[in-house]
């Protein structure tokens, strides 16, 4: 079993700056990828930024200069800096990673979501 465990949702006001963090924990032998995906209300679930092991990152065109991932190989966790966030960033804001475990080389493992609102 392999669990992803966010923090660090709020309200923000336009322009203003918020963190969220992820942590992987339970029985695998390594993370893999690791990224941030996020769906508004009314809307299809989309790539935020995506990194692997070796620091190759992938950040949507929207997010680009603004956003920031940042993840610690040795604890399993991955941060996420927002800046000069907007209303548009309103979304619940899921982790996701794909693991190496005992029965799959690549499973797919979702956090629970946490609710970014840019609003003043």
């Known amino acids: 079993q392999v669990q992803l465990v966010e923090s660090g949702g709020g309200l923000v006001q336009p322009g203003g700056s918020l963190r969220l963090s992820c942590a992987a924990s339970g029985s695998f032998f390594r993370v893999n990828d690791m990224g941030w995906y996020r769906q508004a209300p009314g809307k299809e679930r989309e790539l935020v930024v995506v990194?692997?092991?070796?620091?190759?990152?992938t950040y949507a065109d929207s997010v680009k200069g603004r956003f920031t991932i940042s993840r610690d190989n040795a604890k399993n966790t991955v941060a996420l800096q927002m800046s000069s966030l907007k209303p548009e960033d309103t979304a619940v804001y899921y982790c996701?990673?794909?693991?190496?475990?005992?029965?799959?080389?690549?499973?797919?493992?979702w956090g629970q979501g946490t609710l970014v609102t840019v609003s003043s």
């Open positions: 996701n990673a794909r693991v190496w475990t005992l029965k799959s080389l690549d499973l797919e493992v």
């Open positions: 990194t692997t092991r070796n620091d190759i990152t």
